[in-house]
């Protein structure tokens, strides 16, 4: 019984490691998944329009972390107007 369980722990470390050594190979090649959700270029998008827009070039409105950013004055007033 003793011997079972052994090998039952044996053989899910040693699956780990095989699939550690896989994941290690693909990041190795430099594999990612095609399409990712989140912007990595750093674009923001303005709240009004949809328009994603460059930080350093946008409109900003708020500060901290209740920063928005708009593509322009008018996008910026429309959502100051919202409230
Ligand atoms: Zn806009």
Request: hydrophobic share 35%; net charge positive; aromatic share 10%.
């Amino acid at each position: 019984m003793v011997r079972i369980l052994l090998f039952v722990i044996l053989g899910y470390i040693a699956m780990r490691m095989l699939w550690r050594l896989l994941k290690g190979v693909f990041e190795g090649m430099g594999y990612q998944r095609p399409g990712g959700s989140h912007s990595s270029v750093g674009l923001v998008r303005d709240p009004v329009c949809g328009t994603f827009v460059v930080p350093s070039k946008a409109l900003t409105s708020g500060s901290g972390s209740n920063t928005r950013y708009f593509c322009s004055e008018k996008c910026r007033l429309d959502y100051s107007g919202r409230g």
